[in-house]
């Protein structure tokens, strides 16, 4: 099912999808084995149920720090578990891009180092997944009817524009050569604003045009992540994954492709949030009515 609004009732919709994505998200951790694909299926879907949190931040009061607190040491933990694997990954992705510089055999002697990283943290995916599954079975119990008391149009209108200008804040702050933190959080207040915006995609073109062009711009901003995680583990380890030179050579790749990120996503990133908050508060209300 769509993480879409789909009836006549916001607080019954919120209920059922953050009902949704945390059954899900227990189902996929209670396997016999915790695989890759159920730790970033488990680490989308918190994030999912986390960004209608912070949709209803100011509605929920005091039990929003609390119930994000627990969600967010779930997804941490999960991460854990899901970054070595990810980093081979976009070392496979760097090396597409730049095969005439980093051969298969430098390849292969950082994969082995990563892959060192990857099989410690797998050692303790079975107690992450027990722990991360009893927080989520005691959240189940009451954080789905918590969502509902406090969802409503107008908690939805103010959170969406509170987040949208979030986004529009971190993106002013930042220039070609802001440090990864700074783009790390521009990308989180991105993803969360992607994330109500697809809400409405079932109920007005407009939201469903701009779920699309903000989809772009995280996965622009994911990758300049995930290369900049890269980036950082290489720094600091550097004797685990070769010579001086074999380092040199893949950090090379990494910047030259996280710059190109940078100046893309900037670009989208400054077409998507030129409206003011207040604009944005006014349209959500003709998302939900429907008006063409």
């Known amino acids: 099912m769509a993480y879409r609004l789909k009836g006549r009732s916001i607080p019954k919709d919120l209920r059922r999808l953050v009902r949704k994505e945390l059954d899900a998200t227990i189902d996929g951790l209670q396997g016999a084995e915790v695989t890759e694909r159920a730790i970033y299926e488990a680490r989308k879907r918190i994030k999912k149920a986390r960004a209608i949190l912070k949709l209803l931040k100011d509605a929920l009061g005091e039990n929003y720090a609390a119930e994000n607190s627990q969600l967010r040491s779930v997804g941490q933990g999960l991460g854990r578990l899901r970054d070595p694997e990810a980093m081979v990954e976009t070392l496979d992705a760097i090396r597409g891009r730049c095969s005439t510089v980093i051969s298969y055999a430098i390849?292969?002697?950082?994969?082995?180092?990563?892959?060192?990283?990857?099989?410690?943290?797998?050692?303790?995916?079975?107690?992450?997944?027990?722990?991360?599954?009893?927080?989520?079975?005691r959240a189940r119990k009451t954080l789905p009817d918590e969502v509902a008391k406090a969802g409503n149009l107008a908690a939805v209108r103010k959170g969406l524009a509170s987040v949208y200008k979030q986004s529009r804040a971190a993106l002013e702050a930042l220039t070609l050569d802001a440090d990864a933190v700074a783009f790390h959080t521009w990308r989180r207040r991105v993803k969360e604003h992607w994330y109500h915006v697809r809400l409405f995609e079932g109920r007005h073109p407009a939201p469903r045009s701009r779920a699309r062009s903000l989809r772009a711009l995280e996965k622009e901003l994911g990758e300049e992540h995930n290369l900049a995680m890269l980036n950082d583990v290489l720094l600091k380890n550097p004797g685990r994954f070769g010579d001086a030179r074999t380092t040199d050579l893949v950090l090379g790749c990494i910047q030259k492709r996280q710059r190109v990120l940078r100046q893309q996503a900037l670009a989208r990133g400054r077409r998507l949030f030129v409206a003011k908050p207040k604009e944005v508060e006014a349209e959500v209300k003709a998302w939900w009515r429907g008006r063409q």
Do not use: E, M, N, T
Request: charged share 30%; aromatic share 4%.
């Open 107 to 137: 390849k292969q002697r950082v994969a082995r180092g990563l892959r060192s990283r990857h099989y410690q943290a797998r050692q303790s995916a079975p107690d992450v997944a027990r722990h991360a599954v009893g927080i989520l079975k």
